[in-house]
Every structure is written in C-alpha cells, then in structure tokens.
C-alpha cells in the first residue's frame, strides 16, 4: 500500500510551502540570506508541482472509468480494422459532437510500444500538458523582462485538486489539458508573426480540433488574431486550411446532432451570469450542492470573479487596440483569453439555464474546473504584464495572488483528497462488481445497470476482447471470493468487530431533484486500519462489497493531530444502487497472513 493513500502528508506539503514562502520575503528584509532568493523562488514553484504528481501517482489506479471504455472500444476496432478508409471512420469516429482522433492515436501507440493501455499512464500524459500550458505562460514574463519571481503563485493555481475530476480520470485528463496546450501553442504560433510561427499554429489548430469539439474555436481565434496584424497573406492560407479541416470534419461519416433545448436569449440576464461563473468557476468548491433553490456561496463567488475576467479582457483589447506595435505578449495572451472564454460561450450556448445560476444546485461537471484555473492564471499574467512598469502594484498584485492561489490551492486538497481516495477505492472493487453482478459500483444508477451502454452484450464482449488481448488488466485487483463463497470462505466466526458500526438513511435530493433513499454506513475501528478494508452486506442471495473510506479531520484536528485522515471511516449511496433485502453487516479485510477475513458487526441492515 503507498504510504501517499493512508497518509497524504498534507500537514507536511503545507508547513514546506508556508515556511518557505516566509523566508523567501525575508530575503528581500536580511541581506545576509539574500543568496537563498533564488533557490526559495525555484522550490516554491516546484513544491505545487511535485506534491501534485506524488498525489496522482499513489491515487490513479490501472482501472478504465465510464468513458475509458469508449476508447478503449475504439483502439480495438482500429487494431481490427480493414483497409484505410475503416481506419479513418474508427480513428474519427464521433462522440456526441466531438471527434476523440488525438486521445486515440496516444492510446494506440502506448499498445504498439508497449503491448498494452495503461490508463495510468494514460492520465500522466494528459496531466504533463499542465507543465506545457505553464511554460507557455512562463515565455510572457521573459518575452516582457518581469522578473521570474513573479510567476511564483501561477503553479498554486493550476496545480489543485479544483479540477480533480479532469486530473483523474483517464479520457479527461488526455482531453481537456491537451486541448487548452494546443490552443495556447496555436496562439503562440501566431504570436510570432514569421513562417515557422505559422505552421505551428496551424498543426496545432489541427490537433485541438480533433482533441474535442471546442477545438473547432482556434480557428476562429487564429483568423481574429491574423486580421488585427493585417497579416492577410496569411488570413487566406489559414481561412483555406480551416475550411479543408472543418469540411473533413462534418462531412465525413458525421452525424448532425440537433439541440432542441432553450435557446440562450430566452433568459440573457441568467445566461450572462451562467458564463460569468464559467469563467469564474476556479472557486467552485469540493461541497455538496443540493437540487434546491438557496444561494450557494461559492457560486456567487465564481460569478464575481468571471465578471472580473471579462473586464480584464475587455483593458487587454483596448490595450491591443491602443498599441502601435503590440508585441508576442499582447498576442499570445490575447489568443489564450479568447479560447478559453469562447469555450466558456460555447458550454453556456449548448446548455442555457432559466434561473440564477448561484440560486440552485451543481451546474459544472467537475472536469471543466480546469478551464477556470487555467484562465485566472492567464488573467494574472496579463494584469502583470499591464503593470511591469507600476512597481509598487505589480509587486501588490503578486503578494495578493501568492495568497490567493495559495490558498485556493491548500483548500481545494483539503476539501477533494477524500473525493479521489473514494474513487480510487470504488475502481479497485470494479472488478467484483463485474464479475459476480456484470454491473460496476463506479457507474450506473440502479444496482441491475450495465455499465455505460446498458447494452446486454456490448460490454461483456469489449471487456472479454480487452481481457484475451492483453490490451487491460481489468482484474488486476480481483482476489476476493466470488459473492456466493464470500463470507463462507473469510468469515472468523469467533470473533466479532472490535469497535463501533452503524448504518443511517435519510431522504436527500439525488439525480433530476428527486428525493431518494440515501444510505451512509460508517464505523470506527478500535485499532488503526494499515490497508483498505470493506463493509460486506450479506444476505440470502447478494455478498455486497462496499469501500470503508476514511473520513478527513476536522480542520481543528487536522491542525492539532497533523494528520488528514481520522480513524472513521464511512461510505454513502443512494438506495437504487443496491438491491432490497435484509443484509448482515460484517468488515472485511486482510488478515496477518496477507488472506481476506471478515468479521460480524452484531448489526442488520434493511433496504427497503
């Protein structure tokens, strides 16, 4: 077990960060320490970085995730395709209104050169874009001669768990990230403004397209860019180059999808502040967001900060049009605001709203979070070029966002780490689902669900296929007995658990605003736990195994114990996720000997 998934070492990451952070402004005070400046600057920067992937590293598991079947599907049907044209139809095949042709060709060629898909690999190489978009942002401060040290709080804020959903699910994280790089190298290609510009500008125009749907935009970005440089040679290649690839890309075995939902000025007002929060959602909080009509804060919050977004864009424009010669700063940064924001415009046209978008329930997908930090981080670095000049502002401003980003990002592993070690404990018991139940605990609202198609043989076949050719390992983890033999095989019968368990419901508003049957059992062992144990309800015809998930400290604990994770454990669901019956509750986990035992609670539970 890595010692990162029981102990996250949080306590330790922040107390590195703070007391580094402190003696870096101290050397601006003691001249004898001045020689440290530097190395402070580079830890500070690299700390975010590192604590980031050491955390991906111990809670990603070799598992596929609800759409990871979907590529999966496809690198099978590209293995056994016949002849070129069938390739094409599989390499672009389309999803929704996207066309996945870049997440496909890593994930075919991680099969050639290594005979199979790691899904963990998979999410490393989508999150290593992270490092591209900051060295692209980076460039701004050498192109403007601001010194380094200003861009200190930038890691802070794209290296989080905001966005942990994108950082930790395979198809997100080989999507999102690398379709916000490319778009920014395609501004940075323009940028330029010389032939070799050009052509990275057009061969990454090319790969964000086919990396998501939104991609479409750098085209549109790169012709608003080239006609303010009146580069208009230029214009008509890449007018030329757009209308081949946008051609290609409708009208090949492409299938118009209509949108009959409510168009976007039926409710302007809501819809402006719906992409007010989009743009702003880098504050969307790790918390529960109930279906109900209440103010949530941290909406309100991201609605303020988009609107500030806007008017940062709306002084770059002006500062655009004002400058006689704008330089690759004004450019890059101009074409990195206009597609992360258009994609913003884009999620609030194919998803308009009739209420307040703060006054109301979840309304992102945790996945796009990357967007909004990834956009504060542009607007700071643009909010410093403006002020390179204004010593006393600029250096305000970089104290401010220190503190900010900082503690944006010391909030949101303190709020979410428990949300990626829950999903790494429900992926690694996928595969008893599977293989007793044919459904997943990860996916699926009702316990009879099969997974992501619903399709009676779809999966079966795909994960059989997947299985015979090496491709995954989707049962890597499976060394339980099967459900009927379960407790049969594990049970120590003279023992019985040594602590407390206990099993409560309650009504709460589930998926669609209804109110469901909501299911939290939770127990607290005597002794400390050394690896990952199970609640099992058993029954006359279902062994259920569900995941005991440790619970965070308080904040208060947390400080005073220095340690993230409490010695309570518990794990929630909606009702319809597990069949009807009366269950004995026992706790499961590995003996002395390394084998499963289980022992009985003394308690009953009733689904009903």
Not at 195 to 220: E, P
Not at 384 to 408: E, H, M, Q, S
Not at 420 to 434: A, P, Q, S
Request: a positive charge; charged letters at 15%.
């Amino acid at each position: 077990m890595k010692p990162f998934l029981e102990n996250p070492h949080l306590f330790e990451y922040y107390s590195v960060v703070v007391a580094m952070l402190l003696l870096f402004g101290v050397t601006f005070f003691i001249k004898k320490i001045q020689p440290w400046r530097q190395w402070l600057g580079i830890g500070l920067i690299v700390a975010p970085v590192l604590y980031f992937f050491i955390l991906l590293d111990a809670h990603v598991v070799n598992i596929p995730y609800t759409d990871d079947f979907n590529l999966l599907e496809t690198v099978q049907k590209l293995r056994h395709s016949r002849g070129f044209v069938e390739m094409l139809e599989v390499l672009f095949e389309q999803v929704n209104q996207h066309r996945f042709a870049f997440e496909r060709i890593v994930m075919l060629i991680m099969f050639v050169l290594t005979g199979a898909i790691n899904i963990k690999t998979q999410i490393i190489i989508g999150d290593l874009f992270l490092l591209g978009i900051s060295y692209l942002l980076y460039i701004n401060f050498k192109k403007e001669n601001i010194s380094w040290y200003l861009f200190i709080p930038v890691p802070y804020i794209l290296f989080n768990l905001v966005f942990f959903e994108n950082a930790y699910w395979g198809i997100a994280a080989l999507q999102n990230t690398p379709l916000i790089f490319f778009a920014f190298l395609t501004a940075h290609g323009l940028a330029r403004q010389d032939k070799k510009g050009l052509w990275i500008a057009i061969i990454a125009a090319l790969l964000t397209t086919f990396t998501s749907g939104s991609g479409m935009l750098t085209w549109i970005v790169g012709i608003l860019i080239l006609c303010f440089q009146k580069r208009f040679r230029s214009l008509l290649w890449w007018v030329l180059g757009s209308i081949v690839v946008l051609v290609f890309y409708f009208f090949f075995d492409y299938t118009f999808i209509p949108s009959p939902g409510a168009k976007v000025w039926d409710h302007p007002v809501f819809n402006l502040l719906y992409i007010f929060a989009f743009w702003g959602n880098a504050l969307f909080l790790d918390v529960r967001h109930p279906l109900v009509q209440v103010f949530h804060e941290d909406l309100i919050a991201c609605v303020l900060l988009g609107a500030a977004i806007a008017l940062v864009f709306v002084i770059w424009v002006v500062r655009i049009l004002v400058s006689r010669k704008p330089g690759w700063a004004n450019w890059f940064l101009w074409g990195a605001l206009l597609f992360v924001m258009g994609t913003g415009a884009m999620f609030m046209i194919s998803r308009p709203i009739s209420d307040y978008v703060m006054y109301g329930g979840t309304v992102f997908s945790r996945r796009y979070m990357v967007f909004g930090v990834v956009l504060l981080a542009t607007c700071y670095v643009c909010l410093i070029v403006i002020l390179k000049d204004w010593g006393k502002w600029r250096n305000a401003l970089a104290i401010a966002a220190v503190l900010g980003f900082g503690t944006l990002n010391f909030v949101s592993y303190f709020l979410s780490i428990a949300s990626i070690r829950k999903l790494h404990d429900e992926l690694v018991i996928d595969g008893y689902f599977w293989k007793n139940y044919r459904t997943f605990l990860t996916v699926g609202e009702l316990f009879t669900d099969v997974p992501f198609w619903n399709h009676p043989t779809r999966m079966s076949n795909l994960i059989l296929s997947l299985e015979s050719d090496g491709v995954t390992d989707f049962y890597q983890y499976y060394d339980m007995p099967a459900q009927q033999q379960l407790i049969r095989q594990t049970s120590q019968k003279a023992e019985t658990f040594a602590g407390q368990f206990d099993a409560q419901f309650q009504y709460r508003n589930g998926d669609y605003n209804r109110y469901m049957k909501y299911f939290k059992f939770s127990a607290a062992p005597e002794k400390e736990q050394k690896e990952t144990f199970y609640f099992v309800l058993e029954s006359a015809r279902h062994n259920i195994v569900l995941p005991a998930v440790p619970v965070p400290n308080t904040f208060r604990d947390f400080i005073q114990k220095a340690s993230y994770y409490s010695n309570n454990y518990q794990y929630a669901l909606y009702k319809p996720k597990l069949p009807e019956g009366k269950y004995r509750a026992w706790i499961m986990s590995r003996g002395d000997s390394g084998k499963w035992e289980s022992v009985y609670t003394g308690k009953q539970v009733l689904f009903f």
